[in-house]
């Protein structure tokens, strides 16, 4: 057994994130109060090629501000990829639109185009939907080119969700600028960290500046409290933000080290019939956030459960594929547009360990422990 637990993605803080820490609240008084806010939204910028960054206290609140910058209410329909982390839908209820369900595809495990242009050919034109919030699921992308040809056509908004996807690439271009509004996460388990916290980023000068107001309890730009609309605590903390910058220092080494772990599991799992460790689409290069196995069920029935309990006797952390939102008890009567990808995908599949940290031998003990779950050795 591995006597220290082998984590799923435990971050790794860098001696520059404790001395950065130390020396802002060393020097922190009324009049810098906001200052690493400022200097980390400028970093990001420059890193995600956006021209526009609002630092907010999470990513759920971040779609929950860009919808409602979007003018998203009730009655309005947006369409949510069904196989992502209840996060990305649970902001639709918040402004009490309605979430429409489509399965994804098979090859890349994000939004089904197809399926999309299908519903849209049904749809009466006062029933289309608003919205699109698509997620770049364990840091991969879909077809943004034809998605967003797609949309233009039905005159709907793309929103990214990006929380997984920070340095992943789409033909050449940050995978958050492919939508009009996106959104990313610096939560404990995210590329980068801020121990919780996200970003808005948009081309959209209006966007931006509306979504801040929203953040900052939609205070009206006058030296007294003075509130039009209701507003949110959703500001970042200074103290957060100082770390997210030092973190994004060390972003190119972390996904050079993600991407070679990702390929160490390639190299000693794909070679096996049944056995498929997710790589990149033709059009992307991938953060490898999150390295996916998935087991054929013909070949190694119940395999995902095998794999799962073994590694757990071993100590060592795996997780299920996000349960597709179809089948979560709170979107039992949402519609949904299926053809059973997500379910299966869910039922014969596993997140691996892929901290940037983790060793080599590390990753061949968790490897040797999956084949041997299977009667492989």
């Known amino acids: 057994m591995t006597k220290k637990r082998v984590k799923l ?36 910028g420059d890193y995600t090629k956006a021209a526009n960054v609002v630092a907010v206290s999470s990513g759920t609140s971040a779609l929950h501000l860009a919808l409602l910058a979007l003018e998203i209410s009730e009655g309005d329909k947006v369409l949510i990829p069904t196989l992502t982390f209840a996060a990305t839908a649970f902001p639709v209820k918040y402004v009490r639109a309605t979430p429409v369900f489509i399965d994804i595809e098979d090859s890349t495990w994000t939004i089904n185009i197809d399926l999309i242009e299908k519903y849209l050919t049904n749809c009466d034109p006062e029933d289309y939907p608003k919205a699109i919030i698509v997620v770049d699921l364990f840091g991969r992308t879909c077809d943004y080119n034809r998605l967003s040809t797609l949309c233009d056509k039905y005159n709907i908004k793309i929103i990214v969700d990006a929380a997984e996807s920070l ?116 059009w992307e290069r991938s953060n490898a956030w999150l390295t996916n196995v998935r087991f054929s069920g013909k070949i190694h029935p119940q395999g995902r459960d095998k794999v799962r309990e073994n590694l757990e ?65």
Do not use: M
């Open 9 to 44: 993605s435990y971050p790794f803080f860098y001696e520059s994130d404790y001395s950065k820490i130390l020396d802002y609240l060393k020097s922190i008084n009324q009049s810098n109060f906001s200052d690493e806010v400022d200097i980390f939204e400028k970093k990001l």
């Open 167 to 282: 340095g992943t690439l789409y033909k050449d271009n940050p995978s958050t600028t492919q939508g009009l509004i996106s959104i990313v996460s610096f939560n404990f388990n995210k590329i980068i960290t801020t121990t919780g916290g996200g970003a808005i980023l948009t081309n959209q000068r209006p966007i931006a500046e509306y979504c801040r107001k929203l953040a900052n309890q939609a205070r009206e730009n006058v030296h007294w409290f003075e509130h039009e609309e209701i507003g949110f605590n959703y500001r970042l903390s200074p103290l957060l933000a100082t770390l997210g910058s030092s973190q994004l220092e060390h972003i190119d080494e972390i996904l050079i080290d993600r991407r070679k772990i990702r390929q160490r599991y390639v190299n000693n799992l794909n070679s096996y019939p049944g056995i498929e460790v997710i790589e990149d689409s033709l």
């Open 313 to 377: 006797k071993n100590n060592i952390e795996s997780r299920y594929v996000w349960k597709p939102l179809h089948l979560q008890p709170i979107f039992f009567d949402a519609k949904a547009v299926l053809d059973g990808t997500a379910e299966r995908i869910y039922l014969q599949s596993l997140c691996l360990p892929s901290g940037s940290k983790l060793s080599i031998s590390q990753v061949d003990e968790i490897c040797e422990k999956i084949l041997s779950s299977l009667d492989l050795l």
